[in-house]
């Protein structure tokens, strides 16, 4: 969507229809300002960092974001958020970490595929015993542990 509205913005004409189709014409000519969004990934990072530094952060975006599958899952490894329109506070919270629990990602808004690794990473960390399922990309992340058996 960000491209789409990049390209409008410097001369192109691109319609979104509704049978998830696109009608495009004109042709980027135009000299634009664009501020690129944060992504997902980003904010995934910097709550991973915060667990694995046991520090605490805070993000700032200018776009509107649903970061509510990054809050909910971090929140299993014990990160406390505080949000606002265009802005969270991350801070760590041992007492809040479940000791098992499922990280399921999907397609927008679900929890992104690409963040799994940084949940992984966290989770090593941590020493809470995770579980993961990719719907997006079947197979895509998996781990051995030390008893090589196969988790997903």
């Known amino acids: ?52 530094s046991n520090t605490s952060s805070v993000i700032e975006w200018k776009s509107p974001i649903d970061v509510s599958c990054l809050t909910n899952t971090f929140s299993e490894l014990g990160i406390s958020t505080t949000s606002e329109a265009d802005k969270i506070s991350v801070s760590v919270d041992s007492a809040s970490r479940e000791n098992k629990f499922d990280v399921v990602a999907d397609v927008y808004p679900g929890f992104p595929t690409d963040a799994i690794p940084l949940v992984v990473a966290a989770t090593i960390k941590s020493g809470r015993q995770v579980r993961f399922y990719d719907k997006v990309f079947r197979g895509r992340n998996i781990y051995k542990s030390s008893s090589n058996s196969v988790r997903k």
């Open 1 to 52: 969507m960000d491209v789409i509205d990049f390209l409008n913005k410097s001369g192109c004409e691109i319609i979104l229809l509704g049978d998830r189709s696109l009608s495009i014409g004109g042709y980027p000519g135009e000299s634009v300002a664009h501020v690129v969004p944060t992504d997902r990934i980003h904010i995934a990072t910097i709550m991973a960092y915060s667990i694995i």
